[in-house]
């Protein structure tokens, strides 16, 4: 068994799923896969299932029985591959956005520079985005940048969805506290990191926008985010 694993979070992602997971397959070095799927109704899990005969036990999925956030998801992911011993855990999507060929360069990154954490990283040289119309790539962009000024963290790409965490900052953080369910799930894990001193390193992708599916983001989950991040910065003062 590798000790890496790529969770990929699912809902509605018919027209993706297979691709992916048949591209993350073919990785050198071989990677297993989680899929952690939120009782999708376009049959995203039978498909997952109908693949799992073709990977000698490379390929898991995990059903959840409501749709429940992105957060938890990964949380759910995170112990389920933790129980398992896995070494490297990575988060990506299933929509292509994050180029499953970047994979690599995420895990050696983390060896090389001995990081916690690795960030798939839109702007750490400059904007990397393709595809996003210029209103959201000016928000990403400038949501990175409040982030920035309200936490103190340095990263560039703090909403990024693209990492690589290492078993033992996994095993560092406290993951039954983590609060946050959209993207400021993934602000609030990177400032944990972040408080607990960890490497963190940022390594510059492209980022596509999905050709297939439909996008999860909303005003709920901006909202979320935006005010999420002043919530965390008064925690982190105030429980010192």
């Not at 397959?25 to 693949?51: C, H, R, W, Y």
């Not at 900052?169 to 039954?176: E, F, G, M, N």
């Amino acid at each position: 068994m590798t000790d890496l694993i790529v969770i990929i979070p699912t809902y509605n992602e018919i027209e993706n799923i297979e691709n992916i997971i048949l591209k993350v397959m073919s990785l050198q070095p071989e990677f297993d896969v989680l899929i952690v799927d939120d009782n999708s109704p376009d049959g995203t899990a039978s498909k997952v299932k109908s693949l799992q005969t073709k990977f000698n036990n490379r390929l898991h999925l995990l059903e959840r029985q409501v749709k429940n956030g992105l957060g938890t998801a990964y949380i759910a992911g995170f112990k389920w591959c933790l129980e398992r011993h896995y070494q490297y855990i990575f988060e990506m999507d299933a929509d292509f956005s994050h180029n499953p060929d970047d994979l690599p360069r995420l895990l050696k990154a983390s060896k090389d520079e001995n990081a916690g954490l690795v960030i798939g990283s839109r702007y750490v040289t400059g904007v990397n985005v393709v595809n996003w119309p210029m209103s959201r790539v000016i928000m990403s962009y400038y949501a990175s940048a409040y982030v920035r000024l309200i936490t103190g963290m340095s990263i560039r790409d703090s909403t990024a969805g693209f990492v690589c965490y290492t078993r033992e900052t996994l095993q560092a953080i406290d993951l039954d506290k983590i609060k946050f369910k959209g993207y400021a799930f993934q602000i609030e894990m990177k400032f944990k990191v972040f408080l607990k001193k960890i490497k963190i390193v940022e390594v510059p992708i492209i980022f596509t926008d999905r050709t297939l599916g439909t996008s999860k983001m909303s005003k709920k989950i901006f909202k979320e985010a935006f005010f999420g991040v002043i919530e965390l910065k008064l925690k982190s003062i105030f429980n010192k």
